[in-house]
């Protein structure tokens, strides 16, 4: 069955330390992968996609993250933390045309 | 700001109840999806629509129903209420129904069933 995980429900980092979110999926053939971010009382904003070509895909806020097809992950990333940082994160994925599967989530709170 | 709004932003009904739920696309986008999220999990594909006919459809029942008029907008009408129907529903617009469209979320409209 295709699916998402997302590794970790909470991450809680230090402001200005490296942020580390993990999205694994079950797919037989590459789908097409995505980030979003939410903050309270909102939807959900694109941070980065990849659908085909160079595997390390940058986004919005400093945010990248990186297709490894061996290993079925997506992981993202951020340099730096800053205290804006802090929503919850979401992987998604596309195994068809027509939908997303998201993963459960992860939020992140940023420490001073 | 995506473009796509959604009305009303919080809802309270109680069990048996019928509900609707509106969303205005952004201008020119032909494709909407609606998504439910309950609280602590990500977001749930419902269905979607392009060009007024459904061509998509998540693992939702019956009661869960939609429309797309010819103006893009949409709406989504869940009958006989359950309360496991709490949650946040999300509408998405984009420009097709490709998977390398982008989609733009509403903030989305927060129903309580009680």
């Known amino acids: 069955a295709q699916s998402v995980t997302q590794l970790g429900s909470h991450v809680s980092v230090s402001e200005g330390a490296l942020v580390l979110l993990r999205c694994n999926y079950s797919?037989?053939?590459?789908?097409?992968l995505f980030w979003y971010v939410q903050y309270p009382n909102q939807g959900l904003q694109l941070l980065l996609k990849?659908?085909?070509?160079?595997?390390l895909v940058k986004g919005i806020n400093g945010f990248e993250a990186e297709f490894k097809k061996s290993e079925t992950s997506f992981h993202l990333t951020k340099p730096s933390a800053h205290m804006s940082d802090a929503a919850e994160y979401f992987c998604?994925?596309?195994?068809?045309?027509?939908?997303?599967?998201f993963g459960a989530g992860t939020t992140v709170t940023v420490r001073a | 700001e995506t473009g796509v709004t959604q009305s009303p932003t919080h809802l309270i009904k109680t069990r048996g109840q019928q509900v609707t739920l509106r969303c205005s696309s952004q201008?020119?986008?032909?494709?909407v999806s609606w998504y439910q999220q309950a609280l602590g999990q990500g977001p749930q594909f419902i269905f979607q629509y392009y060009r007024e006919e459904e061509n998509g459809r998540g693992n939702f029942p019956p009661r869960f129903s939609g429309l797309q008029f010819p103006n893009y907008s949409s709406e989504l009408n869940v009958n006989a209420l359950e309360l496991d129907d709490s949650a946040l529903y999300l509408c998405?617009?984009?420009?097709?129904?490709?998977?390398?469209?982008?989609?733009?979320f509403g903030s989305g409209t927060q129903l309580s069933v009680l």
């Open positions: 990849y659908t085909t070509g160079a595997t």
């Open positions: 998405a617009s984009s420009l097709g129904s490709g998977p390398n469209e982008k989609l733009f």
């Open positions: 998604a994925v596309r195994f068809n045309d027509y939908k997303l599967s």
């Open positions: 797919s037989s053939v590459p789908p097409y």
């Open positions: 201008s020119g986008h032909n494709t």
